[in-house]
Structure formats: structure tokens, C-alpha cells
């Protein structure tokens, strides 16, 4: 089932009288099944927020259409069954973890005699149970991080729209966003996220589309847009000791009884390792060749636009 769904989604924005109009969305086209990870990807000012606001309903569009968990954007709010964390998130300074959440619990409408138990719950989740009575003021980055994710969970949403919820956080923290994006999964709900950081979407997301300047460029499951079931793959093998790797039908770099060479795909990888296994030959290290998400990127948005400078 489609948790999301945009139809030609256009949104032009009218700028000074002088700049005239600007189309920041054209004519938008993608959909995001139930219980995904759907990385939504492009380089900035690419229109992934102009969507994520169309989507919440905060912009309306010039054209098109958008379904959210089957309703249209002229019918009933959705919107208490979508979660949100924005890019700049501003929160109230002065308010403790706690104290927000509270705030959001009722914005949210969460029933107040569920109240305690879901904050209770949510800072526990985030791992902020800690922090809960220290000013967001006093919160780093990560903190303020994981504690708008807790606000985006509060009335237990089905969709979960994060616009670039690991952007300027360490390693660590970044981790952490990952797991707790992928414990929002486990709990069955569906997370439509933007973000700069290639490496980590290619991590965790099961499909991506990529943006640019509006415009939809690739759409697909991250298998088959980085073909990785047709990718090479690097092994190297130990030989058992006097035999040599034409006797096991083996060519490659052969160096101290290690051979390094490459099997064609993985279904020939799977085969032959199993084979060899069954002949003694040890298997030290198994490497597809996957070409990364980054490349990926790079060349779509230079095969598009080969003048555009790369953020990087
Ligand atoms: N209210 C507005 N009025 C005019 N132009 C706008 C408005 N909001 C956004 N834009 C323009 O629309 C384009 C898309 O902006 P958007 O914020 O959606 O990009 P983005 O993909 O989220 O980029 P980033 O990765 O930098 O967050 C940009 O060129 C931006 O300047
Ligand atoms: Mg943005």
C-alpha cells in the first residue's frame, strides 16, 4: 500500500516582482509503501522541504496532488497521524525536555492520562531520560536532535517525515539517529526522510528518489539503481598449503598462498565459495564492488546539469 503518494506535484513560487517566478517543484511523481525507508535525496535547494511542507500541508501546491495514508490534500487532516522534525528545529529555549514534551503531548492531543507514560516512554527510547529537566538551551546538538525525534513520535504516527534529521551531528550521534530511525521501523511505521549524508541513507534506506531543481531524477530500490546483484566481487582465498589455484580452477593475484581475484557476480560468488569451502580453501575476505550511493549521485545530478557545483 502507498503510505505517500505525490501526482505531478508542482509548486511555483512567486519572488519578487523583479525575479519574477520560481519552480521549485515540477511535476513530481513518487510513491512510498508502508513500512519503508525511503530516502528522499537532492542537493540543496533541490524542493525536498518545499514537498515535506506541501505534505504537511504548511504549503499548498500550484498543481498535482499528494495522498497521505490514502487522503488526499483537500481532505481531512492526516496530519495526526504524520510526525514531523524539521530542518532548523526551533524550540522554546527556556522549557526543559520534559516540559516540551508535555507541550507537544498536548498540541498533539495525546489524552492526558496517557500523557506521563508516553513522555516517560519516548525519553527513554531517544536516551534522554537524563536530560529530561535540563533546559533545551543546555541541550548539544544531538540532544536537540534526538529529543525533536521524540516529539515527531509523540502521538504514535503511522508516517514519519524527517527533514535532514542527522545534519551536523558526529559519528556517534549519527548512529544513534540511524538505530532509532530503524527502531521506528521494527515498530511498523514508515520513515520518509531527507538528507545530505549519502553514506547513512545508503545504510538504512530500502528505496531513494533523487531531486534536482524540482525535477524527479532516479526513483528506485537502492539494488537496483546500484545494481549491486550484478556487482563484481573482490575475495581473497587462502590455498591449502602445496596446492597452487589452477588446481582448483582458480586464477588471480597468488602471493604467500593467499590468491586475490574477483567472481563475476553474486550468485557465481556464492557458488564457488561453496564449492571451495567443501575443498578446504579459506575464505579471508569477500568484498562486493558496489558503486555507492555518492557516486550515484554525483553522476546523475553532473549527467543532468554538468555545470551545477557540488556541495559536498
Ligand atoms: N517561500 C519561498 N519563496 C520563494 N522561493 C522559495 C520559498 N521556499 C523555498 N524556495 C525556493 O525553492 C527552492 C527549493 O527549496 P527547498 O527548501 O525545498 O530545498 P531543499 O531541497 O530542502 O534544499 P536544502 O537541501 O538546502 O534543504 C529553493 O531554490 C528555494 O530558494
Ligand atoms: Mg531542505
Redesign the pocket.
Known sequence: MAVLKTENLT?V???SWRRGK?T??DNLSIEVHEGEIFGFL????????????ILLRL?SPTAGNAFVLGADLQADPTRFHVGYMP?NPYFYRFLTGEEFLKFYARLNRVPSKDRQRRIDHLLEMVGMTHARHVPLKEYSKGMTQRIGLAQALMHDPKLVLL??PMSGLDPIGRKEIRDLIYSMKDQGRTIFF?S?ILSDVQDICSRVAI?H??KLLKLGSLDDLLGSEKSKVRVQLRVPEQGKPADYGLSGDFHDGVLRTVFSNTEETNQRLFDLRGKGVQILSVVPERRSLEDLFVETIRATDPKFALET
Open positions: 509548486k513560487f512567486r519572488r520560481f521549485a517543484l537532492g542537493p540543496n535547494g533541490a524542493g525536498k522541504t518545499t514537498t515535506i511542507k504549503l530542518e527533514d535532514e531527507c545530505h531531486l531543481r524540482g
